[in-house]
């Protein structure tokens, strides 16, 4: 699925996740306007969802909280957009069909059979996400 400049991709054709630490049941709804699990901690705007079990790991991973990461099957109750957060500013074309919805979205199930990342992966992405924090970078929020 290529999407480069559609706003509403075809949601009946992907399967979606969310990575988080969040401890949620089926049929929960992950909404926009809590705490983000990420940067600052501010009120997020969106919820972000991806249609790769990677982002979906390093979502799991690098979430603020304590507790194990958790990838959640979800389903999005209103219209997705490319997350300009990695879209065409990191990773041209969306390879990592990421994406965020101002609409809340439903856990269908939690995956329990997933591996993460190396030890040593994951300390150069925290490292690399620590060295934005410093130039200032955040997420987009627009």
């Known amino acids: 699925m290529d999407l ?4 509403n991709p075809d949601l009946t054709s992907q399967q ?7 401890n949620l049941k089926p049929g929960a709804l992950i909404e926009p ?3 983000s699990n990420y940067g600052t901690n501010k ?14 790991i390093w979502g799991a991973e690098l979430a603020l909280g304590e507790g194990p990461g958790r990838i959640y099957i979800i389903e999005p109750t209103g219209p997705i957009e490319d997350d300009p957060n990695l ?5 041209p074309g969306n390879p990592t069909k ?7 979205l439903r856990v269908i199930a939690e995956l329990t059979d997933w591996q993460g990342h190396s030890p040593e992966q ?21």
Not at 4 to 7: C, E, I, K, Q, R
Not at 87 to 91: E, G, Q, S
Not at 98 to 104: A, E, I, L, N
């Open 122 to 142: 994951l300390n150069a992405m925290r490292e690399n996400l620590e060295r934005l924090k410093q130039l200032g970078i955040e997420a987009i929020e627009d």
């Open 98 to 104: 990421s994406y965020r919805s101002k609409d809340p």
């Open 87 to 91: 879209t065409d500013k990191k990773f």
């Open 43 to 56: 009120k997020a705007a969106y919820v972000y969802l991806t249609a790769t079990m990677d982002a979906a």
């Open 33 to 35: 306007g809590f705490n």
């Open 16 to 22: 979606f996740y969310h990575g988080t630490k969040v």
């Open 4 to 7: 480069p400049n559609d706003t």
